[in-house]
């Protein structure tokens, strides 16, 4: 064996075991998508107003302090729309500060004894944009910290805000929609000094009269011992939030005194030193834990408290830990809708890969004696290189981590067809050749030669098309985007370069051939 064909052959078995090493075992190292292992499909919308409101409302919030800190009082905000709010009662000589507390973000005019203020264009679609990829990133760690193998999670289409999620394998559907969906914002306030919990919101709402401006009324469910709701009651809040969960550094279920479930949470730094001012100046009097605008608790303040604090309320232990997942990932940036679910049975999945399986097996005995029935022992040829091809493919589905998909196997189905097509145009070529007078040699040197540009053209075409599907079409698409593109550079490399290397090795072993079983 010359050089040539040994540093060929010597990458040849290093590709070959490479894939057939990454893999084996196949039912370890080849995941199921969906619809073969049964699961979840969801497409959520994220409502990207939520989060448009949230920064107004940010906006607002830092305009009254900094009003208050600067002395200027009798001033009244008021939000007039999603992305916009007036100020009433700022002298007109301070239109400039007012001005410097805003970023570039917001623009500002005065009519008559009005601020009016609104978001930019530009910034309502970068938030849109964020609150998306913030959903999605934030679905995906709950999604990772729940344990589900496998998960697709991506944004249906470039510019959409819809969220798709597809977990395999998943055996407690209610769980996961309550563990994805809730919101998580999380708040501590000030519990209005010198009042308690009310039995009323009428009650809680009259003691507010007049102060509406820097109290709000929140409820908190009631539970027996058996951790059921039997009803409500009100507390008055502090608009100002002492901290949010963009304080916590981390959140974990742990027993409190007595055994019950709680959530011990460790913050920040920063946030640590705003938990401690305030705890410190305001012992005795209660502090509310706010999750979604409902409250969990309201403990009294005992002592100063910096950068560890307990969550008390009346949880289960499944809620405790859900709790800490969702704050350990983060808060969602806005709400979500859930546009479509449904549930695939592990049955169906089961009869997906048999019948999917049983398609694969016949088109590929089928396309095997096809090529040995056509092309008598050149055939065994183009046999070998799809046997190879089929390793190679889920060789690279293994090492990129690719989940297959029903789809997925269609495009295994259609690669086997497109590993032989490669081999059809060389063996035709060749034949040509032969009929035209050449020698054996000078026939597949030829033939694979002026084959290569109709095989680079049809395969870089469906590649083409692929990448397309890829980009712009959604999970089940997606597999089969994936398969098709895989199956395709596989069926490039054995169609030319192994069939080649199997050719010249053959005509190596003989000093003369007059015949080719073609």
Not at 18 to 28: K, L, Q, T
Not at 77 to 85: L, M, N, Q, V, Y
Not at 298 to 326: C, K, M, Y
Not at 482 to 507: E, K, N
Request: no cysteine.
């Amino acid at each position: 064996m010359d050089r040539s064909l040994l540093y060929r052959f010597i990458v040849i078995i290093a590709v070959v075991v490479a894939a057939a090493f990454s893999a084996y075992p196949p039912e370890d190292k080849i995941h199921y998508g969906l619809d073969l292992q049964g699961g979840m499909h969801m497409v959520l919308q994220v409502q990207t107003d939520d989060a448009i409101r949230s920064e107004t409302n940010n906006a607002m919030a830092d305009i009254q302090r900094g009003l208050e800190e600067a002395g200027i009082t009798g001033v009244d905000i008021k939000r007039t729309g999603d992305s916009a709010f007036e100020i009433r009662g700022v002298p007109d000589d301070r239109d400039d500060f007012v001005e410097d507390m805003v970023s570039e973000i917001w623009t500002m005019r005065r009519l008559g004894d009005r601020l009016q203020l609104e978001l930019t264009g530009q910034e309502i679609r970068n938030i849109r944009e964020l609150a998306v990829n913030q959903a999605r990133e934030t679905i995906r760690n709950r999604v990772d910290q729940f344990g589900v193998a496998e998960p697709i999670i991506h944004r249906e289409g470039l510019d959409s805000e819809r969220i798709v999620v597809q977990l395999p394998g998943v055996d407690d559907p209610d769980r996961i929609r309550r563990l994805i969906k809730n919101t998580a914002f999380l708040e501590f306030r000030l519990v209005k000094a010198g009042t308690g919990p009310y039995g009323s919101e009428k009650q809680a709402l009259d003691a507010t009269r007049g102060d509406g401006d820097r109290h709000e009324v929140m409820a908190e469910d009631e539970r027996d011992e058996n951790k059921n709701v039997v009803g409500q009651q009100y507390w008055i809040l502090e608009k100002r939030q002492v901290i949010t969960g963009r304080d916590l550094k981390n959140a974990r279920p742990s027993p409190g005194d007595f055994g019950e479930p709680t959530v011990t949470f460790s913050l920040t730094s920063e946030g640590g030193k705003k938990f401690g001012d305030v705890t410190g100046d305001n012992i005795g009097r209660g502090l509310a834990i706010v999750l979604d605008g409902k409250v969990i608790s309201a403990p009294s303040i005992q002592a100063r408290i910096t950068t560890q604090g307990v969550i008390h309320g009346n949880f289960t232990v499944q809620e405790a830990e859900d709790l800490s997942t969702v704050l350990r990932s983060g808060a969602l940036p806005a709400g979500l809708t859930n546009l479509e679910e449904r549930t695939v049975g592990p049955t169906l999945g089961q009869d997906s890969i048999e019948k999917g399986t049983k398609a694969a097996l016949i088109g590929g005995v089928l396309v095997i004696l096809t090529m040995l029935v056509v092309y008598r022992r050149t055939g065994l040829n183009a046999v070998l290189a799809l046997t190879l091809n089929i390793v190679l493919v889920f060789g690279v589905l293994s090492i990129f981590g690719a989940t297959l998909t029903l789809p997925g196997i269609a495009g295994i189905v259609l690669t086997i067809g497109m590993a032989v097509d490669a081999n059809v145009l060389i063996f035709e070529r060749v034949r040509e050749e032969l009929r035209a007078g050449r020698t054996v040699k000078s026939a597949i040197s030829s033939g694979f030669s002026k084959a290569w540009s109709s095989i680079f053209d049809a395969n870089f075409t469906t590649m083409i098309a692929a990448v397309f599907l890829f980009m712009f079409g959604t999970g089940p698409i997606q597999g089969f985007a994936v398969t098709l593109s895989v199956g395709i550079a596989a069926s490039l490399f054995t169609a030319v370069f192994i069939s080649r290397w199997l050719f010249d090795f053959y005509t190596s072993r003989h000093q003369r051939i007059d015949k080719l079983s073609i």
